[in-house]
């Protein structure tokens, strides 16, 4: 696959991906003006709630889908697609028990009481919409239609803003949960549609050998993503624990624990979200691995592009990010923000390469690495929040995350006989160079607006490349 068409549709899913993040900053901003951080934490407890729940019910539908379909012949196409839909309509109902069967406990378990429990009920009915969004989402990405799916994301975003800011307002902690599932009901409706446009179902049966395929493939995916899931919201109870029986401590620590990764992680998502949209099913239908490694490697190399003035801006200006996006009462989390940064930063190595053990690796080997990495992002913050109080959360991410990427390079190089190119690995070096180099610079000249200029003439720099290699690959 050119370099010139990973980066445009790249940009084609971060400019969706960058609608959908200004929404939901939007709604935190509410939340933050009105609630303040106990607010905020509430908010990302129930978040993590949906996505243990979710997780555990789509039972790794939204990647094993994309992989069954995209590596397929195409006369097969249409009872793949069939497999996905009535098994993703049996998970959907299994969301929707599950949500009701747990959300009381939960609430014991985190909170110590019933307080907050109808909140967890209601933001839970975001399980089963979650769980059907994937069943569509899965089948336009395996065939590849990342623009109608980036067109679905921008429109449900907006949708589902308009409808959900009026109940933070007058419903207060209700609101927050009934605001959380209206944006999940948006995507699963606008989803659905352009899936039954472009994808309609047409004389495929959905078959019993594709299902055991679905469930076996997805029954390692699920223990992985629940992994991932219950490592974060185990993070947030540590850190409301920590506070002992002072809950609204606890919350306003989670609060700022959910501002400082929100904006270390959400603003470089419009990279990742090409990831799981147009790169992962070519990883997929690659012919061999040589083929892999080599989209994997371009995939790097494109979001080193695309995001480095993101993280430039970041580095430099996150002060000013934390009283745009939140208030001034959310200070505290800028001694987090750096760490995790830095682990985000990681990440651009390192989950191309996840996607392509996801997309071509043995389910063992998936659940193993995948698994073992998310019980260390679980435990580190056990060790280090008692010694070094909130800020432990965010070195533990950046640590777990370094060891997440240095696994990686290793598991691609298992793989595929070859370590990453001298290219892909000096790119990624003269990045973390820049980085450094701007954030010296921003701690030598403190102020929230000076961290403008390295910005732009990142930024500069980037554009400068991006449009030389579309222009190069048009010239062919």
Known sequence: MPFARILRSSALMGGAQVVTLAVAFVRTKVIAQLMGPAGVGLAGILTAFNGNVSTLAAWGLGTSGVRMIASAPPETTASKQAAVRTFGRTLSWLGFW??????????????????????????????????????????????????????????????????????????????????????AAAPMAFTWHVARR?????????????MRVLFDMGGGLMVVGLAAQASAYCVRYVIISNRGPDLGAGLEDAGYYQAA????????????????????????????????????????????????????????????????LYADRFDAALPLLDWMIWGVFLRLLAWPLGYWMLARGAPRTVVIVELGSNLMMAAL?????????????????????????????????????????LRTLGLFAAAAAILILAQSLARAYPGMYWGAIPTALVATGCAWIYFRVLAEQNDE
């Open 198 to 210: 472009d994808c309609p179902s047409v004389g495929g049966e959905a078959l019993s050998s594709d």
């Open 98 to 183: 599950a949500t009701v069967s747990l959300f009381l406990p939960i609430s014991y378990l985190t909170f110590g009481s019933g307080k907050y429990a109808l909140e967890l009920l209601i933001g839970g009915m975001a399980v089963p919409c979650i769980v059907a969004n994937s069943i569509w989402s899965s089948i336009l990405q395996a065939a590849g239609h990342v623009k109608s799916l980036a067109k679905a994301q921008v429109a449900s975003a907006l949708v589902g803003l308009f409808i959900g800011l009026p109940s933070i307002y007058f419903l207060g902690s209700v609101g927050v949960a009934l605001s959380l599932f209206l944006a």
């Open 381 to 421: 913050p056990i060790l280090l929040i008692p010694r070094y109080g909130l800020v432990g959360a965010a070195i533990a991410y950046f640590i777990g995350y370094l060891a997440y990427a240095v696994i990686m390079v290793a598991v691609a190089r298992k793989r595929s006989g070859r370590w990453l190119s």
């Open 261 to 324: 990764i929100a904006i270390a992680g959400s603003l470089p998502a419009l990279v990742f979200s090409a990831m799981g949209t147009d790169f992962f099913p070519r990883v997929a239908a690659a012919k061999d691995e040589a083929e892999a490694k080599v989209l994997s490697e371009k995939q790097i190399q494109a979001g080193l592009l695309l995001a480095l003035p993101i993280f430039t801006g970041l580095l430099t200006m996150n002060r000013l990010g934390i009283r745009i």
